[in-house]
């Protein structure tokens, strides 16, 4: 991927699995009702490794998230949450870990591909035997 491979402009086409996917993340039905659909504006600035991202909402609520590859930045999710992550570059795809799902972009026939999933915690015990 070039050096400004995602820089750009993206009006938001379309979903899959939307509903499945915010119940899980746990969004309030409120906040689910407000995203389905939502002509959301994407706009992205790459200078090599140095990312804008700004999300631009109906109206007038915008989430920006300024990040570098490999460097843990302070973040926000689109429902307010901040966090820290480090952003990667994986087979030409920005990868992140949101507090509760894995995000992956990139650019491709010209669109700009947004995949989230969910992550599933495993907890894993150990007992040691007693007497």
Sequence with gaps: QGNMAFTGKYEFEGD???DEF???IGLPSDKIEKGR????ITEVVQNGNDF???QH???GHTTTNTFTIGKEADMETMGGKKFKATVKMEDGKVVADFPNYHHTAEISGGKLVEVSSQI???VYKTNKQTK
């Design 16 to 18: 899959e699995n939307y």
């Design 22 to 24: 915010v119940k899980k």
């Design 37 to 40: 659909n939502c002509k959301i």
């Design 52 to 54: 804008t991202w700004t």
């Design 57 to 59: 909402f109906p109206g």
């Design 120 to 122: 599933s915690k495993l």
